[in-house]
């Protein structure tokens, strides 16, 4: 089977390589797990990265994946109790009519694409007899929804619990006896310099303050220094190799960051202003010689939402809080509607 095996005191982590896998979703591994694990009577926890029915859908003809009109997302699918799929923007929650052909082309070879927890519970009902509770957001967000939550867990018996990465923190009087991430890269596709960090963090603090013995991690890139320090537990080494990265290429805390927004329900207006501040930038910094500043301008994670096209410039180096007093004082940014964080976290 395509798995590297981490040993601890009490602890063994299985990290597979999903790219080797027959099936992108379950590897062979994790069936003959989950199917064991019934068998003996033990629990199951799966996390998996979204919410609702399917993450979207895609036609196979075209590749055209609905979006949301007002957020440019990917439209996710929730099943209602009826059977009846709706199409969910977890952004600004519009909602939309599942469709039965692609819009774009109305071709009928459309497709969900990655599991959410209805289709896991789904298919753990379907393939491996057993009914899954599903947590998420909704069902933990105030403290009696928690208790609640925890009280139908332990009252119901259940084997398995599908969920989000809420349950990186263990539940109170249920421990697990396997824990299975379907997809642990889930960090790693956002464009950020803090990308591998918070999945470090997800998988470390995982690992670490549950009570579990087996620990079953799916990649598609097992190589990756975030996944396999943590499958190593090894936090010293992760944060030796991550400084050095920031180090280089100037990423805090070895460098400050200030990111400036600009957003508008006209697009063009967004290109024109946040092109005209982008320049006035690169003038002041040169006048006042700040070459070693890094200015330049790059569209957010989620381009449009709300209705309003976003933009971001980007001030990293060692002399931003200097600059961005100049700035203030040349500049009348917010009487302009640019929106400032002078100590960004993330680029995102």
């Not at 303050?209 to 079953?216: A, E, L, R």
Request: charged letters at 25%.
């Amino acid at each position: 089977m395509n798995y590297e095996l981490f040993q601890h005191p009490d602890t063994h982590i299985f990290l597979v390589d999903m790219s080797k896998e027959l099936n992108h979703y379950f590897s062979e591994i994790v069936d003959q797990s989950i199917r064991k694990q019934l068998r003996e009577g033990k629990k199951i926890w799966i996390m998996v990265n979204k919410k609702g029915y399917s993450q979207g859908i895609i036609c196979h003809h075209c590749g055209h994946i609905p979006q949301c009109k007002k957020c440019s997302v990917a439209i996710s699918y929730h099943k209602q109790l009826n059977g009846e799929m709706i199409g969910l923007c977890h952004i600004c929650k519009t909602q939309y009519n599942f469709p039965h052909e692609c819009p774009h082309c109305h071709s009928k070879e459309i497709k969900n694409f990655w599991l959410g927890t209805q289709q896991v519970a789904e298919i753990m009902k379907r393939e491996y007899q057993t009914d899954a509770f599903i947590i998420e957001s909704e069902r933990l967000n105030s403290p009696s929804k928690i208790k609640n939550a925890t009280e139908e867990i332990q009252n119901a018996e259940y084997q398995v619990i599908v969920g989000t990465s809420l349950l990186s923190q263990p539940i109170r009087e249920y421990p697990l006896d396997v824990i299975i991430f379907l997809n642990a890269d889930i960090w790693l596709n956002i464009p950020d310099f803090k990308a591998s960090e918070n999945n470090f963090n997800l998988l470390y603090e995982t690992f670490t303050k549950h009570q579990t013995k087996h620990f079953i991690v799916q990649s598609f890139n097992p190589d990756q220094h975030s996944l396999r320090f943590a499958c190593k537990l090894d936090a010293e080494g992760f944060y030796e190799k991550e400084h050095a990265f920031r180090k280089e290429y100037n990423y805090p805390p070895f460098a400050d960051l200030c990111v400036i927004l600009y957003k508008n329900e006209i697009e063009e207006k967004v290109f024109k202003k946040v092109d005209t501040l982008h320049k006035d930038l690169l003038y002041l910094a040169e006048k006042y010689e700040m070459k070693d500043l890094e200015i330049y301008s790059t569209p957010p994670l989620i381009y449009k939402m709300f209705g309003k096209y976003r933009y971001n410039i980007i001030i990293k180096g060692k002399n931003v809080r200097n600059f961005m007093d100049i700035v203030y004082s040349k500049l009348n940014l917010n009487a302009k509607w640019f929106k400032i964080n002078w100590d960004a976290d993330t680029i995102v």
